[in-house]
Structures are given as C-alpha cells and as structure tokens.
C-alpha cells in the first residue's frame, strides 16, 4: 500500500505537542503529520496518552506546549467548535446518536436545514432525507433516512455518525474505538466506511484497541506510551507482534 | 476523487413497514385512542344522555381546563424532564390576574386612576381605555408564570438540580406565595372589564366552549412547532440523548430553560381560564391538578423516561379522563371510584406499550 506522502501539504501536523495536568504529564514531545486520504492506526494501551491527543487535536484543552497547524496554517481552539469549524470531526465510542430520531434527523441534530414561511424558519425535511440518503449511498450503507435509530444495527449506526461528518465536509476525521463491542459482520461495515473516506480524500485517525482492524485499513501507524510517540510506521514495515511489544514497553522505540 | 452513487439503492432483505405498524398506529397514543373511541361507543349505549349536545359541550369545556396546562407539560416530558409545579402555578397566575384586574378598577387604589375614572353620577366605574385592564391583568399573570418558568429552567439547566425536586419546591413556593397575596381570601375578577374576562373565558364562540377553542389552535401550534421547527427537534433530542444533543453544538442550556417557561406559561393561561369559569380564584385552586395533568400526559403516551409525546396524545389523555369521570356520573357510580378507575388506567396503559415493544 502507498501512502499519499507525496501528495503534498499535510492536513494535520503537529510539532512537540505536550499537556500537563498538575504533576502529571500527559503528553510530550509528540510530532505527527497526517495527509489527506490518509488512515493512521493511533494505538497504545490504556493511559498512554491517547485520548488527551485527540481532545488537544478536537479542542477539548489546549495543549501546553508545541504547535498545531491545519491546512499548513497554525490554529488553535479553545472549544470542539472551533475545531469543527476549520473541518475537525469526532466519531465518539458512544455515537452521539439520539435513538428516538431518525437516521436523517440525526445526521442533520444541530444543523438543520430550514424554510423561511414568512417570520417562521420550518425544517425542510424533503431535502434532509434526500441528501442523507445520497450520504448513506457515498458510504455504501444500507441506512433508509427515515428509519429510527433505535431500529438500527452497530453498522448502520456507525454510519450515521459518519454521515454526519461527511455533511460538514470534514477534512479529518477522529474515530475513538469504532469497532469495540459489535459484532463480525459489523467490523467489516465500518472497516469499509473508513475505506470510503479514505477514498473521498478525508484523512482519518482510527483509535483502537484491535490489531486486525487497525492492520486491515491502516496505512500507518502510530504508538503511544507513557506520554511519548514511540512509533511512527508504514503498515507494510511492521508487524502486530512489534506493535505489540511497542504498546507493552517490550520494546522501546521503532 | 468521488465515488459513484447507486442511487436509490434497494435492499432485498428489508421491506417496507406497513401503515398500521408505524407511525401513531403503532404508538400508545394510537392505541389510547382506540379505547377512547371504544369507551364513546360503550356510553352511548350505557346512558341515553352521554351524547346529547349539551353532555358533549360539558365534555369538551372540562377537558379543556386541564388540557392546556397537559400540553405544556408534554413539552417538558419529551425532555425527559417533570414539572410538578403545574397545579401552584395555575392558582398563582389566575389569583394574580384577578386581583390585579378588581384593584386598578378601584379608583382610590393607587395607579387606578390610569385605567379608570369614576362616571358623571360618581358611582359608576368606567375603563379609560376599554380592555385596556383585562390586556395588563392577563399580561401580568403570564408575567408571574413566566418568571416562575424561568426560575424552573435556571434551577434544572445550569445549577444541575433535579427536575423532580426543584419542581416539588416551587409548587410549594408558589402555593405559599398565593397564600402570601391572598392572605387566604379567594378573588374575583371584577371591574369594567370583568365581562371581556368572563365572555373570552367561559363563553362560546361558533356554539364550542372558548376554552376549547383556545386548546385546538395552541394544540396545533405544538404539533407545528413539535415537527417542523429546529427547537422541536431539540427538543426530542434532548429526551432521546442529552450527551448527543451536546455535542453536535446544540445548546442544551437554552432548550431546557425554554420548555419550563413554555410549561409555566400554559399552566399560567389554564389557571387564568379556569378562574374565570368558576368566577373567582380560590386560594386552593386547583390543589392536585399537576397529578391529573401529569397523568394524562402520560395515558396519552408521553414518556417519562423522555424522548417520547405529542399534544394529540395530551388531549386524548385528557378526554379520556374526563369520559371516565362523566361516564362513572351519568351512570350513577359514586364519584370516589374516579380516582381509583384512573390510577389503573394509567399502569394499564403503560402496561400495553411495554407489551407491545416486546412483542415488536
């Protein structure tokens, strides 16, 4: 597999990012450079820092130190909305979905198209569907716009909540544990909407705990410990064992 | 590069739900509904009177008086919150309003003279402005509800308090407060004004109750609102899943605060309403109301748990309340069996879903 190095400009790139919470520090000295169509695998075990990198990176908290820059121009947030404003979107563990809503009425939670009737702003629902369901089809799924959420499958869920990144046109998308807890068939969905993205030049950060998976769509690797960046490679120059023994501290760095 | 779409896609596995599974067919209120129109059916043949135009009429007058205030509780519902505060507020906005409107009709009262002035004979009261009185009197006791939503919301949405016991301490408070204004006395509406008051509130127009009336347009307005507006869909949100209603950038905050403005404001109207059918605001008026109104929320189908209601649900729950309650007069059964015969509806109806969403 070729990664799209030479493609140019990265969409993220992050220089000596560190985060201190009181004596604690959580993140150190942590370079990362992500391109577009890019998948990287963020791996680590519990603690090792990844989920402050991704709340520095979605603006939960700023980090203390180092630079972010975005599009090659340095940005920094200081809520999730600036983040999602320059095209940053988060696919939680939980889905942030609300399962009484339809699919449509999800992708759109927040951001509703509306009508003007007058001094009335009424929700265009004929265009919500329509372009969920074009969302849905980009993404392959076999999710109908009007169908609740509560009626869905892990797969379909997820792909809600990726269509909801897709409606922003989202530059990078942040995945935290995708594939925890659902079932085979479903893994194989959701592998196949992060190919999706990929395909349609959105750079993706998949967080996981699951080695096959991060090995099926991952161009890169990166691992976490303690803080610090351990590893920083291509799929195709290693191996879930080293990954392993990187993750574990059996090994240092590679 | 874009993919191509193969739109529409079709599913070979799925099909399509038919009409009588999805939608209010398949809902609580539907089948709600369905006993509602059994139960019609049952009083026609039960007692000669129930479908008299004149049965029909008290039907729809009293259902009004507390379906009103079971719409904007419905809203606070969805949310997944309560308000138990309904009842106070209806007594508290009502005794405002009416003692509002009898003190600047009385010249002498301080303030009065900007609205009345005494006749030539110097006995006669007479408005300035005609309806100029009823306008501020009624303004003022949506004033108080809205004030008292507003204290609501602010307790629930930023100070993280419990809907449950922050709407148990101000139906105390607002209770307390009716007695403070009072001194316990009842009030009644009086001045030049008074006959607006009464014929808006207890009169009829195109041959329906005026307070019905009021309830099919504010009835429809909350189905408008509920379906076709971004707030409504908040609103549903936030009962379906507060975390996710956060997140995608909808402000929490503001969505509850309004539900309990919008729920004061009804419970406000409806206590105003009633003060001017019975003809005066007792300072026990409508003492318990928020257990009716909260009960037939819930027959109708909202869910307590949030996420789940609609003002059709709110009025059906209501109408078969007050059915139950003609039905058990007209066929002579003691008036004490209401409450009993309305506490096993509610659990049976709660019962049927939970069957229901089993078997689905």
Redesign the interface.
């Known amino acids: 597999m070729v990664t799209p190095h030479a493609a140019g400009q990265p969409v993220l790139e992050l220089t000596g990012i560190g985060k201190q919470f009181g004596a604690i520090r959580a993140l150190h000295g942590v370079d990362m450079r992500i391109f577009p169509g890019e998948v990287v695998g963020l791996m680590g075990d519990n603690g090792a820092g990844k989920s402050t990198l991704v709340k520095v990176i979605a603006g939960n908290f700023p980090p203390n130190h180092g630079e972010i820059r975005f599009e090659g121009k340095a940005v920094h947030f200081t809520r999730p909305i600036d983040a999602r404003a320059v095209g940053i979107e988060v696919v939680y563990q939980d889905l942030a979905l609300a399962d009484n809503l339809t699919a449509a009425a999800n992708v759109f939670l927040g951001r509703e198209l509306k009508r003007k009737f007058g001094p009335f702003a009424l929700l265009d629902h004929k265009t919500m569907a329509a372009r969920a369901q074009e969302l849905f089809g980009e993404l392959r799924s076999e999710t109908r716009p009007h169908d609740l959420v509560k009626q869905m499958s892990g797969g379909q869920r997820q792909a809600v909540a990726i269509a909801r990144t897709r409606l922003s046109n989202a530059k990078l998308v942040m995945m935290d544990e995708p594939t925890a807890a659902i079932s085979v068939r479903q893994v194989e969905q959701v592998l196949s909407l992060i190919r999706r993205l990929k395909e349609q030049g959105v750079a993706v950060m998949l967080i996981s705990h699951r080695m096959p998976d991060v090995f099926a769509v991952c161009d890169r690797v990166v691992v976490m410990r303690r803080g610090e960046k351990r590893a920083d490679k291509g799929i195709g120059d290693t191996s879930p064992e080293e990954v392993t023994s990187l993750i574990t501290g059996a090994k240092e760095a590679a | 590069?874009?993919?191509p779409?193969?739109?529409?896609?079709t599913?070979t596995n799925?099909g399509k739900a038919r009409w009588w599974q999805s939608g209010i067919f398949a809902s609580q209120t539907g089948y709600v509904l369905l006993a509602l129109v059994a139960l019609f059916v049952v009083m026609h043949f039960a007692s000669p009177y129930f479908f008299t135009e004149g049965n029909m009429q008290n039907v729809a007058k009293n259902f009004s008086f507390i379906a009103i205030a079971t719409l904007g509780v419905t809203f606070v519902i969805i949310t997944g919150g309560i308000d138990l505060s309904v009842g106070s507020m209806m007594c508290f906005s009502a005794m405002i309003t009416s003692m509002l409107m009898t003190d600047v009709s009385t010249p002498g009262v301080p303030g009065a003279s900007w609205f009345v002035h005494l006749a030539a004979d110097g006995k006669t009261v007479v408005a300035n402005v005609p309806g100029l009185i009823l306008a501020v009197s009624v303004l003022a006791g949506l004033g108080v509800a809205l004030i008292v939503g507003l204290v609501n919301g602010f307790c629930i949405a930023v100070l993280g308090l419990s809907p449950f016991v922050t709407t148990l301490g101000m139906l105390s408070i607002v209770r307390g407060l009716g007695y403070v204004v009072s001194n316990g006395r009842g009030s009644f509406p009086s001045g030049p004004d008074a006959d607006y008051f009464y014929a808006l509130t207890s009169g009829d127009l195109f041959g329906m109750p005026a307070p019905f009336i009021y309830l099919l347009v504010l009835a429809v307005a909350m189905a408008?609102v509920l379906?076709?507006?971004?707030f409504g869909?908040?609103v549903?949100?936030l009962?379906?899943?507060e975390?996710?209603?956060a997140?995608?950038?909808?402000s929490v905050v503001r969505v509850k605060i309004e539900v309990y403005v919008i729920c004061a404001l009804a419970a406000g109207l409806q206590g105003i309403i009633i003060s001017g059918w019975l003809g005066s605001a007792p300072a026990n008026m409508a003492t318990s109301y928020e257990l009716n109104i909260i009960a037939a929320a819930v027959i109708g189908g909202a869910n307590l748990a949030g996420?789940?209601g609609g003002p059709l649900g709110a009025i059906v729950g209501c109408v078969l309340l007050e059915v139950i309650r003609n039905g058990l007069v007209l066929a002579q059964v003691s008036s004490y069996w209401q409450q009993t015969l309305v506490g096993v509806i509610i659990i049976l109806a709660v019962l049927v879903d939970r069957i229901r969403s089993r078997m689905a």
């Open positions: 590069m874009a993919t779409i193969e739109s529409p896609i599913f799925v408008v379906h076709h507006t971004a869909r908040h549903f949100a009962g379906g899943n975390k996710a209603a997140v995608t950038g909808i996420g789940g």
